[in-house]
Nanobody, 125 residues
Framework: QVLLAESGGGLVQPGGSLRLSCVAS????????MHWFRQAPGKERELTAA????????YYADSVKGRFTISRDNAKNTLYLQMNSLKPEDTAVYYC??????????????????WGKGTLVTVSS
């Protein structure tokens, strides 16, 4: 059983930045692809970014390309999401998620093995 704990959410003004972290415990972190999903109020869950086991492959939703950067530190069992140039439409609960095998590249999240509880990001002036 892998436990995932997100942190770093909060209130930020449009144009600002935040860095989310997700610490994993209870498993071999380097054996899992890692993902960030988000769900805005009244909207469906969206895959935001994903990263492969050793960080060699990454994926970004079109809505965040050029603004968000996903990274991982396998020595620290930690996943990151650096979010720059934040917009009000980025407001959502952000979840980290882990899976073995092929990276999950769809909003359906089919194949995800473990989820964190989420951290709220609010972009507002």
């Amino acid at each position: 059983q892998v436990l995932l704990a997100e942190s770093g959410g909060g209130l930020v003004q449009p144009g600002g930045s935040l860095r989310l972290s997700c610490v994993a415990s209870g498993g071999t972190f380097s054996g899992y692809n890692m993902h960030w999903f988000r769900q805005a109020p009244g909207k469906e869950r969206e895959l935001t970014a994903a990263i492969s086991l050793n960080g060699g492959h990454t994926y970004y939703a079109d809505s965040v390309k050029g603004r968000f950067t996903i990274s991982r530190d396998n020595a620290k069992n930690t996943l990151y999401l650096q979010m720059n140039s934040l917009k009000p439409e980025d407001t959502a609960v952000y979840y980290c998620a882990a899976n073995r095998g092929t990276m999950v590249l769809s909003d359906s999240a089919y194949g995800i093995d473990y989820w964190g509880k989420g951290t709220l990001v609010t972009v507002s002036s």
